[in-house]
């Protein structure tokens, strides 16, 4: 496909990390930059450093990506101050663990252009690799899905998945609360149910992250239903 003549379009990869040096520069590696700038993308990575204090950042700049800075903790606020510095038209996300295939993102563009859908997220279930996810958080992860599904009528079948691919106009919309794990949860519900954007849910291959998981699980699954629950009542 030659570009030339034609006005880029553009695409940012956000990704928060904390303290994933030995999994951050893999996974910017894996991002398929040319083939995106082929399909007409000019890519910006940009990487939010929340407040890691080993080489995660110094490796992400290394790695060619732009690093922001947010040394106050919290998954949701990462995300929010990335979305805020993201260029993009089309957003996408995933995780500096290398659990994610960053591999597939032109798929998953060609997915959200093809069905003209505003808000594509990913199903880590349809494919995952033995030793990706332990049984504990299997049935954690079920039981919040399910949940989502009674509360607010949508069917996903993984209500916890962090790689996301959306189209930037869509923020607007959205009321985004969450600074910490529940933000992925509420945003798909802002934007699936609140919003009512054109969603779909795809699959995706899931592997074993690379160093240490930073949050308590059962802190991490209680909070996000007690969240589920409270998103029910007030927005």
């Known amino acids: 496909m030659d570009n030339k003549g034609c006005e880029m379009k553009k695409i940012s990869i956000v990704m928060p990390a904390l303290n994933e040096e030995e999994g951050i520069a893999k996974t910017i590696q894996a991002i398929p930059k040319g083939e995106l700038e082929m399909m007409g993308y000019e890519v910006q990575i940009l990487v939010v450093d929340n407040g890691s204090h080993d080489g995660t950042g110094e490796l992400a700049r290394k790695g060619g990506a732009e690093v922001i800075l947010e040394p106050p903790r919290g998954y949701g606020r990462a995300y929010k101050t990335g979305f805020a510095q993201a260029k993009g038209d089309i957003i996408a996300t995933a995780d500096a663990d290398s659990t994610y295939p960053v591999k597939d993102i032109p798929r998953l563009v060609k997915i959200l252009e093809e069905g003209s859908l505003d808000?594509?997220?990913?199903?880590?279930?349809?494919?995952?690799?033995?030793?990706a996810m332990s049984f504990r958080n299997k049935v954690g992860n079920t039981i919040l899905s399910l949940t989502m599904r009674t509360l607010f009528g949508l069917n996903i079948k993984d209500s916890q998945s962090g790689m996301w691919v959306f189209r930037r106009s869509i923020l607007d919309k959205l009321v985004l609360k969450s600074n910490n794990m529940p933000l992925s949860q509420?945003?798909?519900i802002e934007a699936c149910h609140f919003a009512k954007c054109r969603c779909r849910e795809a699959p995706i291959q899931y592997a074993p992250r690379l160093g240490k998981p930073k949050e308590s699980a059962w802190k991490v699954g209680w909070g996000n239903l007690l969240h589920l629950i409270k998103k029910r009542i007030v927005r």
């Open 186 to 188: 509420e945003l798909k």
């Open 119 to 131: 808000f594509l997220t990913t199903n880590r279930f349809a494919s995952m690799a033995k030793d």
